[in-house]
């Protein structure tokens, strides 16, 4: 484990070559920016690919199969984290993790540059569910290692982090976007490998330099005792899961369908468990279960505003190239492009929100408030999607500009509740889960992904206004009400957010779906 208050972890955070920062930030920067290009590069089309028809090099999956199948993969890759993270924690601590990580993210993106069917599809997802899992929650730890206990930068540190991942996904839609789909599958898939390859050998290279001993051992590494029962569990797990597979898969029961609601089952559970077990434990105190009672409303909005969210990989991605004008101002707009739409818009409104909340200082709304707020943006960029096809009709293309409303409006919502989210998870945290709590956080993007997997296979365009009807409506409703329950549950939180506003003030860059 690193002590940070070592002359190591000194030397590392009174160097000023990046941006006033410790020089290893820019090794993390660039990892996080070229992971987050092949993430979002590849995602940009792999809905296209798996609805496309066979003769255009596409999968001819069913859409309602393909937006299904996307938004259990994102699930997972979320979900992912928590493994990842004990991973590193335990047995190769967080540099070689990030490197394995990137290492299976390279090959998954290889797969889908082969055209190997539908098996190179589960191939890859496999690859990149587990390099993800890996790779992200270690590179954000890493970026905490770099600064000593009371360092001031800290914060700002993380800002421009997370603006490398903004930037990364920003930039991906219109490379491995336009390959895709002007080109060929397959070479956008690779331009996705190509990229990911960039930032893995620039951190390889300049690691070494930048980094010195930070994430070198696991912070808690099993003991050989705990080695050998780990391996007799893992042996016995994976054993139990192949023979289950094979049991499901001979039987005809294992299917797309049924592995999706599987998905969905584990993502709506997995959180329960959590604060079961948080609850029941003897290391949480009478006045940290008062604060979670708090985080529990606070963490059902947040999976709320996801549903919302989440969909512009899938039913906007959707939307965008099936039901939106792409003959604008007499230039084609490839449909990927628009998913560069979530990140410049958070790039742009970051500072805005950040600036208002420090110049309404105690003024400012209270957090439950804010995640009131959150949803009510989050369902009215759905609200608004109902209007073209009740003026004009679904037979009809929209302007791009409805699109562009509905990205602006949701990102609005999210710097309401993203940045506010992370504070708040500090916050209530019970001291003895305070990891665990970010965990949980991450979470509820899985669950909420787990739920759009079941309710986009209702999208066509006969039930266009209703889809987006009916999910807005709910979501603005449950932002209402949440507002107006917001003082109850700001008791519950036992003062810890009038006490501390400045965390909310000071909270990092929000990450959205790119988190």
């Not at 539908?118 to 790779?135: H, K, Q, W």
């Not at 947040?302 to 965008?320: H, K, M, N, P, R």
């Not at 679904?394 to 409303?405: C, D, Y």
């Amino acid at each position: 484990m690193v002590n940070l208050g070592t002359s190591e972890s000194t030397s590392l955070t009174s160097e000023r070559s990046f941006f006033g920062h410790p020089r290893g930030l820019s090794t993390l920067f660039s990892m996080e920016l070229w992971e987050r290009f092949s993430y979002y590069g590849m995602r940009a089309i792999l809905l296209y690919y798996m609805y496309d028809q066979i003769q255009n090099g596409g999968l001819g999956l069913s859409k309602p199969t393909a937006t299904a199948l996307m938004a259990a993969y994102g699930s997972l890759v979320y979900m992912s984290s928590i493994v990842g993270g004990w991973v590193a924690d335990r047995l190769l601590g967080s540099r070689r993790s990030i490197l394995l990580g990137g290492i299976l993210i390279i090959c998954g993106h290889i797969a889908l540059s082969i055209p190997g069917g539908t098996a190179a599809l589960f191939i890859s997802m496999v690859f990149i569910i587990l390099g993800t899992g890996l790779l992200k929650p270690n590179v954000s730890s890493a970026v905490g290692d770099l600064y000593a206990v009371g360092d001031t930068r800290r914060d700002a540190g993380f800002s421009i982090f997370y603006m490398g991942i903004n930037i990364g996904a920003f930039i991906a839609p219109f490379v491995v976007g336009t390959l895709g789909q002007k080109v060929n599958y397959h070479l956008g898939f690779a331009a996705a490998a190509v990229g990911m390859a960039l930032g893995l050998i620039y951190y390889m290279l300049s690691g070494r330099m930048n980094l010195g001993s930070i994430g070198l051992q696991p912070k808690n590494p099993l003991t050989k005792e705990e080695r050998n029962k780990v391996l007799i569990q893992v042996s016995v797990g994976t054993a139990a899961v192949l023979v289950l597979v094979w049991i499901l898969f001979s039987t005809g029961y294992l299917t797309l369908k049924s592995i999706v609601q599987l998905v969905t089952i584990v993502g709506v559970l997995l959180p329960i468990s959590y604060f079961v077990v948080m609850f029941r434990s003897k290391k949480t105190t009478t006045l940290e279960r008062s604060r979670l009672v708090a985080y529990i409303p606070l963490f059902i909005a947040a999976v709320c505003f996801w549903v919302i969210d989440e969909q512009s990989g899938t039913i906007l991605a959707t939307y965008a190239k099936t039901r939106t004008n792409l003959d604008a101002f007499g230039f084609f707009i490839p449909s990927s492009w628009f998913q560069s739409l979530n990140p410049i818009f958070t790039i742009i409104l970051a500072p805005t929100f950040a600036i208002l909340w420090m110049k309404m200082g105690r003024r400012q709304p209270t957090t439950p408030r804010k995640f009131a707020f959150g949803l009510i943006f989050a369902g009215i960029s759905f609200l608004i999607m109902t209007i073209p096809a009740l003026l004009f009709g679904t037979g009809v293309q929209s302007s791009p500009f409805w699109l562009v409303a509905s990205y602006f409006l949701v990102i609005v919502g999210a710097m309401c509740l993203s940045p506010v989210g992370l504070s708040a998870t500090t916050k209530l945290a019970p001291a003895a889960f305070s990891v665990q709590t970010m965990s949980l956080w991450l979470l509820s993007d899985a669950s909420a992904q787990g739920i759009i997997a079941q309710v986009v296979p209702l999208y066509k365009a006969s039930t266009e206004v209703g889809y987006f009807g009916i999910t807005g409506g709910i979501v603005v409703i449950l932002g209402i009400v949440l507002y107006f329950v917001a003082s109850r549950i700001y008791r519950f939180m036992q003062g810890i957010d009038g006490t501390d506003l400045e965390s909310d003030q000071n909270s990092e860059f929000p990450i959205t779906n790119q988190m």
